[in-house]
């Protein structure tokens, strides 16, 4: 009866060792993926006046549409809706894609309903496409209840 204890222990923790192990080589081949992808997370960054949020970069380089986002005062967006050839020259000067835009077009806002004044900011929504070509969406930000001090 002993011996049959005696084994029994033996197997028992032979299986919960060799469980732990599994465990702990799953873990280790999860941690470099948790990592790249946390290197690979975009952040907003700030670019002259504007502040970008590079979203494509969640992705591989080669997955299209490609999608940036733009925080930009009201006049900065006034310059850029006035001439969109210096919205292509930023995007490609910062490198905002993958590849350079080469054609910017259609340009599609939402104004603000209701208001009588003109928003302070405007949240800009860029897409590449496979064809270099890059659509704009504008829609006036949302201010919280607490003031942004960048759209003052």
Known sequence: MKAITIVSVFLYSLVVFQGNN?????EKA?????????ERSPKWEKLEDVRVLRV?????????????ILRVTNATYIKLLQDPQSL????????????????????VSLSSVGKEQPPK????????GKLSTMLVSALPQIMPNKPDPECE
């Open 22 to 26: 599994a465990a702990y080589a799953q």
């Open 121 to 128: 900011c405007w949240v800009l929504t860029l897409l590449h």
């Open 30 to 38: 999860a941690a470099p993926e948790a990592k790249e992808h946390h």
């Open 88 to 107: 292509m020259e930023f995007v490609n000067k910062h490198k905002m894609f993958a590849k350079d835009v080469i054609k910017v077009g259609p340009w």
């Open 56 to 68: 494509w970069q969640f992705e591989d380089e080669d997955k299209f549409p490609q999608v940036t």
